[in-house]
């Protein structure tokens, strides 16, 4: 079965820091990997998403994730942060061509300063 | 466009209590469906899911339970609640391709429910 590791529950930044939210996943086999956010308020949203090819991949909002498959790692990163990216951020996996679902990581929540 | 509706947004039972939870999608046909609950400091767990009228497949062995009765309907259920069911319960919906999903449409996601169970 699938799993996903965010080891950062809270991570608190000023504004125009650079961000990196970590992110692992256990399986075997080809995933598909995705970044979903949640501002306040708002409902669950997709940030972006990989399937296959470049494994650097840009999402809304200038956010871009890195697939590194030898490390099974999905990490996002941001140059500069802006208040508005206060939100929780949550990494999840779907193994292709697997009737399992998404599984998602426990989610870290992201507080930038002004 | 699509939309879903998710309600109530927060809700408030006794342990024993029954309930419904009901999620309805608009601008589609024939919705893959989901039910997610998000427990305080877990990530976010699938417990049902549907890719049509009357197919149910559960993830998590509860005492929960999922029907959907019409195409665009999908409502999460108990006969009792306990203590444990307490948490936030989000309904998705994805295109429809004829299977479970596999990664190829990204889930759309309601409000959510809050639900305590006292």
């Known amino acids: 079965a699938q799993s996903v590791s965010q080891h950062n529950h809270h991570v608190i930044l000023s504004e125009a820091a650079s961000l990196e939210l970590g992110c692992n996943y256990s399986?075997?086999?080809?995933?598909?990997l995705f970044w979903y956010v949640q501002y306040p308020g708002q409902h669950l949203q997709l940030l972006l998403k990989?399937?296959?090819?470049?494994?650097l991949v840009k999402g809304i909002k200038g956010f871009e994730a890195e697939f590194i498959k030898s490390k099974f790692s999905f990490n996002l990163r941001k140059p500069s942060v802006q208040w508005s990216d206060t939100a929780e951020y949550f990494c999840a996996v779907n193994a292709r061509g697997s009737a399992r679902q998404l599984t998602f990581g426990s989610g870290t929540q992201l507080t930038v300063l002004p | 466009s699509q939309t879903i509706h998710q309600w109530p947004a927060t809700l408030v039972q006794p342990v024993g209590s029954p309930l419904s939870l009901e999620c309805t999608v608009e601008g589609t046909s024939n919705p893959n469906l989901y039910w997610y609950r998000q427990a305080a400091g877990r990530g976010l767990q699938l417990l049902f899911y549907?890719?049509?009228?009357?197919?149910i497949s559960s993830e998590v062995p509860q005492n929960l339970s999922a029907s959907r009765p019409q195409d665009r309907q999908f409502i999460l259920s108990s006969k009792k609640l306990l203590l444990s069911d307490s948490g936030f319960y989000l309904c998705?919906?994805?295109?429809?391709?004829?299977?479970?999903?596999?990664?190829?449409?990204?889930?759309?996601f309601g409000n959510g429910t809050r639900l305590t169970v006292t």
């Open positions: 990989y399937f296959s090819g470049d494994p």
């Open positions: 549907s890719v049509g009228i009357g197919q």
């Open positions: 998705a919906w994805n295109r429809p391709t004829g299977q479970v999903y596999k990664g190829n449409s990204p889930l759309h």
């Open positions: 399986y075997g086999g080809t995933v598909n």
